[in-house]
């Protein structure tokens, strides 16, 4: 298993950028694809954006041209850009990892996005 910890959550005003980060226990190439995940209150999970090991992308169709996932190989880390921050953005946002054991999950990190 892998452990991952969340950073850069906060309170951010609509229209605004954060970027969070997401650091892995182990390398990231020894994890078939990483992502980011949201929950908001009385919502499902919801997919964000993915990373695959080989860097190939994937982004929900309602967060492309506002939201970027990229990663940083050397400190084995992933971060979600995001820009024109809206309300509904607000939720908890959650690292996941997927490789041979299954999936983990982050602690998550609180995204806030006042008017």
């Known amino acids: 298993q892998v452990q991952l910890v969340e950073s850069g959550g906060g309170l951010v005003q609509a229209g605004g950028p954060l970027r969070l980060s997401c650091a892995a226990s182990?390398?990231?190439?020894?994890?078939?694809?990483m992502g980011w995940y949201r929950q908001a209150p009385g919502k499902q999970r919801e997919l964000v954006a993915t990373?695959?090991?080989?860097?190939?992308?994937n982004y929900a169709d309602s967060l492309k041209g506002r939201f970027t996932i990229s990663r940083d190989i050397a400190k084995n880390t992933i971060y979600l850009q995001m820009i024109s921050l809206k309300r509904e953005d607000t939720a908890v946002y959650y690292c996941?990892?997927?490789?041979?054991?299954?999936?983990?999950w982050g602690q998550g990190t609180q995204v806030t996005v006042s008017s």
């Open positions: 996941n990892a997927h490789g041979r054991w299954g999936d983990s």
């Open positions: 182990m390398s990231i190439f020894s994890i078939d694809a």
């Open positions: 990373i695959s090991r080989t860097g190939a992308t």
